[in-house]
């Protein structure tokens, strides 16, 4: 069974920094992607970005690009969404997804097998 543990949100004043971490265990890992999705209350999930395991190719929402930045680390099977500049806006709970075995940077939440519990980013201002 897989599994994702998201971890490093918190509370930040605008303009900060955080990094969020996205842990997944349960299978061996081979071609796959893996994205960031956020909802805020009262409003839709929405597509934050999304890396290629393997090929480390990555995609932004327009929101986001140039402020936000994904990376992976193979040996600990962990993906990391650091968030710089950070807005009042941001302020949502953060879910990060597994698609295996496919490896499109997909940016509809239905194209992902795997969730976790989300982590809780606030920003104020």
């Known amino acids: 069974q897989v599994m994702l543990v998201e971890s490093g949100g918190g509370l930040m004043q605008a303009g900060g920094s955080l990094r969020l971490s996205c842990a997944v265990s349960?299978?061996?890992?081979?071609?796959?992607?893996m994205g960031w999705f956020r909802q805020a209350p009262g409003k839709e999930r929405e597509f934050v970005a999304a890396?290629?395991?393997?090929?480390?190719?990555?995609d932004y929402t327009g929101s986001v690009k140039g402020r936000f930045t994904l990376s992976r680390d193979n040996a600990k099977n962990t993906v990391y969404l650091q968030m710089n500049s950070l807005k009042p806006e941001d302020t949502a709970i953060y879910y990060c997804a597994a698609n295996f075995p496919e490896s499109r940077l997909a940016r509809n939440g239905a194209e992902y097998n795997y969730w976790g519990q989300g982590t809780q980013v606030t920003v104020s201002s």
């Open positions: 890396i290629n395991w393997r090929g480390g190719m990555t």
């Open positions: 349960g299978r061996s890992f081979s071609s796959f992607t």
